[in-house]
């Protein structure tokens, strides 16, 4: 049975006119009695006897109209469940790096599930480059890395910037030196010890190489750690001064055991890049929601701790 039918029906029924039903349906009275009289070929039964008080149910349509509600709020039920966000299940994949788990990333965990309770999420933690091929090989569904991905079955966007910041242990020599006398300088003196950063190869390893080389700095001993927590670790024992975003270890810096040194530049802030394979709407859906977690999680942190692209 064709439910624009019964639609037309109980709209005619309810304004006791074919004239109105199709003003309110959009259509001619034409297509009002054609619908009509194809449902009453349908059911074998007269639905609308015509008197001088305009049009009204039979007896028949009487029962067919209880029954005509009873379908149409159930297929309202339905289509509102299909598109309840809420009912949405399956499982995504999601790959992030190091960085991202240590910022904002179970804040985005935490808006999915509330959002959409009954998904499943993998998450798999890898460096930018494992996640990047990954993800063109179809074993992830969405990645959060720092490089925007130039791929036909790709799509990226740039999220977030965190700023750099040398960070050393509390107790550090560095801490209470005075200031350097140049930019030069304050990198030499750093470059001394050992410095810290990430990956190997990652962007931040080479944006770190790229200012030390700017400054003419080419021998200075790098240590590459791919784990947040280790470096912070590495960090208190006096193992070495990290470029780092202070973002990564708030309650460290909060609490005095690690600490910032000013005025000495910095690489370049730490972007944070959502990649998802193209035409997985459920995954766009997703990337919406992690829109959402880094704009409340960068006005948490304030302007100078988290920049948001989008």
């Known amino acids: 049975m064709n439910l624009k039918f019964l639609e037309t029906f109980i709209w005619v029924a309810k304004l006791h006119s074919f004239s109105l039903a199709a003003d309110k349906l959009h259509s001619t009275q034409a297509a009002i009695s054609s619908r009509i009289l194809a449902l009453e070929q349908q059911l074998g039964v007269k639905l609308f006897a015509r008197d001088p008080?305009?049009?009204?149910?039979?007896?028949?349509?009487e029962r067919v109209l209880m029954y005509a509600e009873q379908v149409s709020e159930s297929m309202t039920r339905l289509?509102?469940?299909?598109?309840?966000?809420k009912l949405a299940f399956g499982t995504i994949r999601i790959g992030?790096?190091?960085?991202?788990?240590?910022?904002?990333?179970?804040d985005?965990?935490?808006?999915?599930?509330?959002?959409y309770p009954n998904l499943d999420i993998e998450v798999v933690t890898e460096t930018a480059l494992t996640l990047n091929e990954q993800l063109r090989r179809g074993m992830l569904d969405l990645i959060i890395q720092t490089d925007m991905l130039r791929d036909e079955t790709i799509r990226s966007v740039e999220l977030l910037e965190l700023p750099f910041g040398w960070i050393a242990a509390a107790?550090?020599?560095?801490a209470t030196e005075p200031p350097a006398a140049s930019p030069a300088a304050a990198l030499r003196r750093l470059a001394e010890g050992r410095l810290i950063t990430y990956s190997r190869h990652s962007r931040p390893h080479q944006d770190l190489m790229r200012l030390m080389q700017s400054y003419g700095i080419g021998e200075s001993r790098v240590s590459c750690v791919n784990s947040v927590a280790a470096m912070a670790k590495l960090i208190q024992?006096?193992?070495?001064?990290?470029?780092?975003?202070?973002?990564?270890?708030?309650?460290?810096?909060?609490?005095?055991?690690?600490?910032?040194?000013?005025?000495?530049?910095?690489?370049?802030?730490?972007?944070?890049?959502?990649?998802?394979?193209?035409?997985t709407d459920w995954t766009e859906r997703l990337v919406e929601v992690a829109i959402g977690t880094i704009r409340r999680y960068a006005e948490r942190l304030g302007e100078q701790a988290a920049r948001v692209i989008v």
Do not use: N, Y
């Not at 008080?53 to 349509?61: E, I």
């Not at 992030?96 to 179970?106: L, R």
């Open 53 to 61: 008080k305009g049009t009204r149910l039979t007896r028949a349509g």
């Open 79 to 85: 289509r509102a469940s299909v598109h309840d966000e």
């Open 96 to 106: 992030a790096m190091d960085s991202a788990i240590h910022s904002w990333f179970v």
């Open 108 to 115: 985005f965990v935490a808006d999915v599930m509330e959002q």
């Open 171 to 174: 107790d550090s020599p560095l």
């Open 237 to 279: 024992a006096g193992f070495g001064v990290a470029a780092m975003p202070p973002a990564m270890v708030p309650d460290l810096l909060k609490q005095g055991v690690l600490c910032e040194l000013k005025g000495i530049e910095v690489p370049p802030p730490m972007p944070f890049v959502v990649a998802w394979r193209d035409g």
